[in-house]
């Protein structure tokens, strides 16, 4: 828990890999970083994954196959309660 808060931690790392900048980071960084997120990212939750996977289903064109097995419905009950 210290190193977060020391001096060694870099902040917003995520923010930086995706600018690709090393010094001060700026609010335009910042909505610059969500953009590429948006645009080549699908992004699931793990606070919400029935949500998720069902945005994926939808994204990959998934729900639309023919009717899942049994045994595909009990994999995905499986990983859906973790």
């Not at 953009?35 to 699931?44: A, D």
Request: charged share 35%.
């Amino acid at each position: 828990l210290q190193y977060p808060q020391s001096h060694l931690s870099d902040d917003n790392w995520m923010v930086r890999l995706l600018v690709r900048r090393r010094g001060a980071i700026t609010t335009h960084d910042l909505n610059v970083a969500k953009e590429i997120l948006r645009r080549k990212c699908l992004v699931g939750l793990m606070t919400d994954v029935e949500e998720s996977v069902r945005r994926f289903e939808s994204y990959f064109g998934w729900e639309g196959r023919r009717e899942r097995s049994d045994e595909s419905r009990e994999c995905s009950a499986k990983l859906l309660e973790g």
